[in-house]
């Protein structure tokens, strides 16, 4: 099985990607899987919002990953369902960031699924 990660930025602002998402997920059509390519991240996002992990003391570039991060914080034991296989699929993906905190996660990661680093 192949994953495909499209690298491209479709919203400008983080806040509006995140009403549009909701957008999406209160009009979506289950039917209709063209919304949006992953279903999954919308219904992750309309949980978020549900649960109330979106904090208005957020900046707005930060909305998103802090809303993610702090469901993550609060929901720590749900690594443990992921098989080392999926985890390796994630670390395989690369990096998404340049933040120190994040390169060495990713670093921590690959070397438990065992991925040498490349340079």
Do not use: Q
């Amino acid at each position: 099985m192949r994953f495909y990660i499209r690298r491209t930025i479709l919203y400008p602002k983080p806040v509006k990607a995140v009403a549009h998402i909701h957008d999406l997920a209160k009009t979506r059509n289950h039917d209709d899987s063209s919304s949006h390519p992953w279903p999954e991240w919308l219904n992750l996002m309309g949980m978020l919002v549900k649960k109330g992990y979106f904090g208005e003391t957020v900046k707005e570039s930060n909305h998103i990953r802090s809303a993610c991060l702090n469901f993550a914080r609060h929901r720590f034991t749900l690594v443990r369902y992921l098989s080392k296989k999926d985890m390796k699929v994630i670390a395989e993906c690369g990096c998404p960031s340049i933040d120190r905190k994040v390169v060495n996660s990713g670093k921590r990661l690959r070397a438990y699924v065992g991925i040498d680093e490349v340079n």
